[in-house]
């Protein structure tokens, strides 16, 4: 079966991820050469359609789309006619009507990616809605993973932080376990979904629990623009159970690494004294290698939809 849009994990079979991590590879390495481009796209025009706000995600589509040669559009909403009353799928059929191949779509409300998708007959990739789904994440955070370890064999990972509102993790612990890894989730019971059963893993109330045992530890941003009340009762309670500090970093198991699709809170998820370590402990700490990671995977998702047109 063939891809037509990437809106969430659960519509990815194993063999279509292996291959898009399998040509991640060969992107990652275009991306290595002294000439950063190959003309795979040409001609092609890759619009970004990024209705909350957006660094890495953002920057990442547009440098992946350029490095395959294709032209980007960039939509900023606050400019556009969205102020004069048109409705999102009135504006976005106009941006379409200028012919773009393929739409980037990030927004605030969980399953608008979809809807626009089902309304439009261009591929369009989920760069993130609301607290559903986050798959291009997903996918970079797998071949973060893959390409430490090289296989992806027996990998117990802990997910650490604000479940409740994480569109990441949602989508790390569907293809975390796609892929058969061992997934442990470590968070609040305030900040725990309702129904984990969904996810099936097992929760622990502290990070101490995982820190000595886990390949990977992956902490996850606090999210206080989804958090409408205070979930937790301080900062500093929240640090004694779930912040990664100096002496649970030195006790993490030999060979582990450490996770965070960023931004990071520095001083709230972990130490900013650890981000501060990173360029000497590239082995451990994967957070920069994970945003070089999300170019090569987005070339290769823009490179699958739109080649196999
Ligand atoms: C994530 C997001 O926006 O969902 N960030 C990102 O894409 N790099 C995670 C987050 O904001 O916590």
């Not at 957006?54 to 969205?82: C, G, H, M, W, Y």
């Not at 796609?178 to 059963?197: K, N």
């Not at 390949?215 to 912040?243: C, G, H």
Request: with cysteine; aromatic share 8%; glycine share 4%.
């Amino acid at each position: 079966m063939e891809l037509r849009n990437i809106i969430s994990i659960d519509e990815l079979n194993k063999e279509q991820i292996l291959k898009i991590i399998e040509s991640t590879i060969y992107f990652k390495e275009v991306l290595e050469r002294d000439l950063k481009k190959v003309p795979a796209l040409r001609g092609k025009t890759v619009v970004n359609l990024f209705y909350e706000p957006s660094t890495r995600t953002r920057t990442s589509f547009e440098i992946a789309a350029k490095r395959l040669s294709a032209d980007v559009l960039n939509f900023a909403p606050s400019t556009s006619s969205l102020k004069k009353g048109e409705t999102e799928l009135d504006t976005i059929k106009t941006i379409l009507a200028m012919k773009a191949d393929l739409a980037v779509i990030r927004h605030k409300d969980s399953g608008f990616v979809k809807y626009i998708s089902d309304n439009i007959n261009i591929p369009v990739i989920n760069g993130g809605d609301g607290r559903h789904s986050h798959p291009t994440q997903a996918l970079l955070d797998l071949f973060t993973i893959y390409e430490h370890f090289k296989s992806m064999d027996k990998i117990e990972i802990a997910i650490v932080g604000d479940m409740l509102n994480s569109r990441v993790a949602r989508s790390d612990i569907l293809l975390f376990k796609q892929m058969g890894f061992s997934v442990f989730t470590v968070c609040p019971s305030m900040l725990l979904p309702e129904d984990m059963s969904y996810f099936g893993t097992e929760n622990f109330n502290s990070i101490d629990d995982v820190i000595e045992r886990c390949d990977v530890i992956y902490m996850l941003r606090m999210q206080f623009e989804r958090q409408n009340r205070k979930l937790y009762p301080s900062v500093r309670e929240y640090n004694r159970f779930f912040s990664l500090d100096i002496s649970r970093f030195k006790k993490m198991k030999k060979g582990s690494i450490l996770m965070h699709p960023g931004p990071v809170n520095r001083g709230i998820e972990i130490d900013g004294r650890i981000l501060d370590m990173e360029e000497e402990n590239m082995e451990r700490i994967k957070i920069s290698e994970q945003v070089s990671n999300g170019v090569a995977v987005r070339m290769s998702l823009l490179h699958y939809l739109l080649s196999q047109q």
